[in-house]
């Protein structure tokens, strides 16, 4: 028999083994009422079935209408006593009975995560966690107790003649004495109820191999009948197992699993928006129909997330933003497009993420986070690829001025030298001027109707971030400072965010060195924001809110950070392509200066002087 309750689930068998010709066990499964067990009859030609099946319906009848009256340990003795009562009275009315009696271990659910176990007799109960087996009762028998009072050992008890005779029944006595236990379940616990007829002819390791092995309760159930079987199958054999209902899914298992799924099953409104924005107009796309440029860009982002989603990580993100701006910027193309592009993608993104929240709160909200953690990987990545270039522009400028150095002949040493001097000196020169990256108008983050839950949640988030940083991190301390200034511009002009990056920025390095840290940092913050709002103590509208704030404000910060880096390395640029103008002119003086020198030798070598007692190559005559 099996039977799956919405909470747990459970199943049971029974056989008859290989030697006895009647089955006496009997079995409980009831997951309405939470109640399972399993009864092994004795008496023989006493009636040990009869036995066990009226002490099996006392008891389920029993629980069945007491079960609101009584607190489940109480329930559940009383109604094993009740049972023993039932076998007793039914012997003493039927002399062929007399004697017969049953062992029972039972199992009461007193909510989804506490049971009772209760039992008499040598009927055990196994609780199986974390690959372990435990045994939850002590079996009454004369030999146990002995055991219990320091008697005898537990060697001597494995070969003693009556370690099978019992000091406890059900139906020996009006009534009987029951051991009860609490036990608190774990989500992957597993319980075995089972008859002597199983660990008798099974081993330990064996039932617990067969319980850890992760199949469903009714296989579980039969394969340990199987393992009684194959060690004799001397007796009736039967086995219940009880599984506890699994852990809830964690946020992360829900956006990997329903989130996915969810973000797919909307690509057809991402590449609608996409389109709708002018994403085919863009630049980037030029060349490419309208309909195949929503498939290379638009459908390759929003396959991107959806695979980050699933395993919970940004590297097809960064991968495609990298891919994205490496090949743009590579074939000559400005950064405005690219900036144009990553902002047609976010809102399409956050037109999906509004769509879903409006079907499912609680899932729109989790992928609203895990989506705007996408979109700040996009922001990253196009840093990085930033801060790479200023590296390598800086490796070109090296490698052109030791070029110019080795390459020059003496005889043009001086104007050479003058030339690079000048060319170096303005590579030198300090970037003083101010700068300013593409702007584009915007909505404000936070708009002039903004609840006072929102702002007040969002200073919150803040403050949390704050308390969570070192003392001695003053850059991540500005950054956080920073985000709170743009996260409460009304204006919506991107200015904030322009005069926040500036102020990160100051006075650093147009190299890795310089421009590492500051998109360290903002990544740090990032994190912080986002764990930050996990803490808040609200409803979780409020929660996506400020959120949203705070990614916009974030976004904004670090797209004014990388103009700022990008402006910063455009004067090396020119100065690039000038030194490369020079350089060219100084390998053309000196292809001069060569040929200049061949021709010398040329004429040199045809000059002939009769005077001399040799000839005009060399050769003396003869």
Not at 74 to 86: D, K, M, P, R, Y
Not at 379 to 389: F, I, K, P, Y
Not at 531 to 545: D, E, G
Request: glycine share 10%; hydrophobic share 45%.
């Amino acid at each position: 028999m099996t039977e799956a309750g919405p909470a747990m689930r459970s199943a049971g068998d029974s056989h008859i083994g290989k030697v006895r010709t009647t089955n006496e066990d009997a079995l409980i499964v009831e997951p309405r009422l939470g109640l399972y067990a399993v009864l092994d009859g004795m008496g023989g030609a006493s009636a040990g079935d009869i036995a066990s099946q009226l002490a099996r319906d006392t008891i389920r009848d029993f629980v069945h209408q007491r079960r609101a009256a009584l607190p489940p340990r109480e329930l559940l003795e009383a109604a094993i006593v009740a049972g023993s009562a039932a076998v007793f009275g039914e012997s003493q009315r039927h002399r062929d009975r007399h004697g017969m009696g049953t062992t029972v271990v039972a199992c009461l659910v007193a909510d989804g995560r506490r049971v009772v176990i209760g039992h008499v007799g040598d009927s055990r109960a196994y609780l199986w966690r974390d690959g372990r087996l435990q045994t939850l009762t002590r079996d009454h028998t004369i030999v146990e107790e002995l055991v219990d009072r320091g008697l005898l050992s537990a060697e001597e008890a494995e070969r003693h003649p009556y370690k099978n005779v019992l000091s406890r029944n059900l139906g020996a006595k009006p009534e009987t004495r029951v051991d009860c236990v609490d036990v608190e379940l774990r989500p992957g616990d597993r319980l075995l109820l089972c008859s002597d007829g199983l660990y008798g002819y099974a081993s330990a390791e064996a039932i617990q191999y067969v319980l850890g092995s992760g199949d469903a309760p009714e296989h579980v159930a039969r394969d340990l009948i199987e393992l009684a079987l194959r060690g004799g199958g001397g007796d009736n054999v039967s086995a219940l197992v009880i599984e506890a209902p699994p852990a809830a899914p964690s946020s992360t298992q829900v956006v990997r699993t329903s989130g996915a799924v969810a973000w797919w099953q909307h690509r057809q409104r991402f590449l609608q928006v996409a389109s709708d924005r002018g994403l085919p107009h863009n630049p980037i796309a030029r060349g490419l129909p309208a309909g195949e440029a929503l498939d290379v860009i638009a459908l390759s982002l929003c396959e991107a997330i959806y695979h980050d989603l699933e395993k919970s990580t940004g590297v097809n993100v960064w991968t495609f933003a990298q891919n994205l701006a490496a090949g743009w910027i590579e074939r000559g193309g400005g950064w405005k497009a690219v900036r144009g592009m990553v902002d047609i993608l976010a809102t399409s993104a956050r037109v999906v993420v509004d769509d879903i929240r409006g079907a499912n709160a609680r899932l729109g909200f989790l992928i609203d986070v895990a989506v705007s953690r996408a979109l700040i990987v996009v922001e990253l990545a196009l840093g990085g690829l930033l801060a790479e270039r200023l590296r390598q522009v800086d490796a070109d400028l090296v490698e052109l001025y030791s070029a110019s150095h080795d390459t020059i002949e003496q005889t043009t040493e001086d104007s050479v030298v003058d030339a690079a001097d000048r060319a170096s000196e303005r590579f030198l020169d300090p970037i003083d001027r101010p700068t300013m990256p593409f702007l584009r108008p915007d909505r404000a983050v936070t708009g002039a109707g903004e609840s006072a839950e929102v702002v007040a949640a969002i200073g919150h988030v803040i403050t949390l971030a704050r308390g969570r940083i070192s003392p001695r991190a003053r850059l991540l301390e500005q950054v956080l400072g920073v985000l709170e200034t743009v996260v409460g511009d009304s204006a919506g002009n991107f200015a904030a965010a322009v005069l926040g990056a500036r102020e990160l920025h100051g006075v650093r390095s147009v190299d890795s060195a310089g421009a590492t840290p500051l998109f360290d940092a903002l990544d740090q913050a990032r994190i912080l924001i986002a764990s930050s709002v996990h803490q808040l103590r609200t409803s979780p509208a409020i929660r996506v809110r400020a959120l949203r704030a705070l990614s916009t404000a974030h976004q904004r910060l670090v797209g004014a950070a990388t103009g700022l880096v990008l402006e910063a390395v455009q004067p090396f640029t020119d100065r690039l392509r000038e030194a490369q103008a020079a350089t060219s002119e100084l390998r053309d003086a000196v292809a001069r200066a060569e040929r200049r020198r061949a021709d010398l030798e040329r004429r040199f070598a045809t000059i002939v002087d009769s005077s001399l007692p040799w000839g005009a190559r060399g050769a003396l005559d003869g």
